[in-house]
């Protein structure tokens, strides 16, 4: 089983094979499942299947096609991806299908990676790109933060039915906002600006859609959250889905998910291993967000802090390691600094960078 975070595939894949976002998608997944196996085995998240079980189960049926469904609760594993592929094995599998939110995105890829299959996901949120991207986030059984396992192809499909997403808690889609925007201040890391002159081009095309991302989301999102608020599928909460998943993963899949997340998503990647429990509750987005006041302090955009802090504070968001539910003592602050330091995300040997770095942390008390 591959895990290798260093060893890259030089190839870039952008994205899944097939992308679909649009109303009463649930009623078409079967036909499209169909197109890559007959036995699929779904894997799906508890409150995912209760909302949507009858629906996709109907929908496949229709279609000829006999799947055997694994209801899971736990984080992506490589524990829970080989159990799971186990089962697809025994069940003759011959494709996933991934039904839920952004971890079950991830372990149904991996479930398909350890099992030799493909892989289908139905997002039931857009609050990341893991729907979408070519990799893993994989974590140990308690919720710690393992490492990043990155596949040489593209998923399937990946199937986002606006409904389902309309009805969704706001929580979830700003998430996915915050996250999507976090791409541009992040592959700026430590500076204010690129430039294509001293950029490799697949860097500074990643960064441009970034920007533009960026651009849109700060100026439509709001709407789209008041939408989705009184859950109706729009045209503001569609675009915004758009630019949260397929948009966004196609600036991680460019950059073969480096250079795209620095230090806010070490920060989250802290949070997991330090504060585990502590930080159960907390949605990536929401912790990637926290971190974001770190990266714009580290980058030299202080002029920015304030703007996204009331950005946040209208999606009803966390602000600060309190609000995650970790207490933002000199003493956690600075174990989160010293994840950033150990990581390779930080390669710095001058003091005023470490300096500056101790600041930009302690912008999240």
Not at 209 to 225: F, K, M, P, Q
Not at 229 to 255: C, Q, S, W, Y
Not at 340 to 365: F, G, K, T
Request: glycine letters at 8%; proline letters at 3%; a negative charge.
């Amino acid at each position: 089983m591959a895990s290798s975070t260093t060893e890259l595939d030089t190839a870039i894949k952008f994205g899944a094979g097939r992308y679909r976002q649009e109303r009463g998608l649930l009623a078409e997944c079967g036909s499209e499942i169909a197109r890559f196996g007959k036995r699929p085995l779904v894997v799906a998240g508890p409150n995912s299947w209760e909302v949507m079980g009858d629906s996709l189960m109907l929908s496949m049926e229709g279609e000829g096609l006999q799947p055997q469904v694994e209801v899971y609760g736990g984080w992506c594993s490589f524990e829970g991806a080989e159990e799971l592929a186990e089962k697809a094995r025994q069940f003759g599998a011959d494709e996933i299908v991934g039904v839920g939110g952004g971890k079950i995105m991830d372990l149904a890829k991996a479930v398909g990676e350890t099992a030799g299959l493909g892989t289908v996901n139905i997002p039931t949120a857009a609050s990341s790109c893991a729907p979408f991207t070519c990799m893993s986030v994989m974590y140990t059984a308690e919720g710690g933060k393992k490492l990043s396992w990155r596949f040489d192809h593209e998923i399937d499909a990946c199937l986002m039915d606006m409904d389902v997403i309309a009805n969704c808690p706001i929580r979830f889609t700003a998430a996915g906002i915050v996250d999507a925007m976090a791409k541009r201040i992040e592959m700026l890391n430590g500076k204010p600006s690129l430039s294509l002159s001293d950029t490799p081009v697949d860097i500074f095309s990643a960064y441009s859609i970034a920007e533009y991302t960026y651009g849109a989301l700060r100026d439509n999102a709001l709407v789209a959250i008041e939408d989705n608020r009184r859950h109706e599928a729009t045209k503001a909460l569609n675009d915004v889905a758009f630019m949260n998943v397929p948009i966004t993963g196609v600036i991680a899949n460019t950059t073969k998910s480096f250079k795209q997340s620095e230090l806010a998503h070490v920060i989250y990647d802290g949070v997991r291993t330090i504060f585990t429990s502590e930080g159960q509750k907390a949605v990536h987005g929401e912790i990637v967000g926290v971190g974001l006041f770190c990266q714009l302090y580290f980058n030299d955009q202080q002029d920015q802090m304030q703007e996204l802090r009331e950005f946040m504070h209208a999606m009803d968001m966390p602000l600060s390691f309190d609000d995650l539910g970790i207490e933002s003592s000199d003493k956690n602050l600075d174990s989160i600094e010293e994840y950033i330091v150990n990581s390779r995300h930080y390669n710095s040997d001058d003091p005023d960078d470490r300096r500056r770095l101790h600041e930009a942390v302690h912008q999240m008390a």
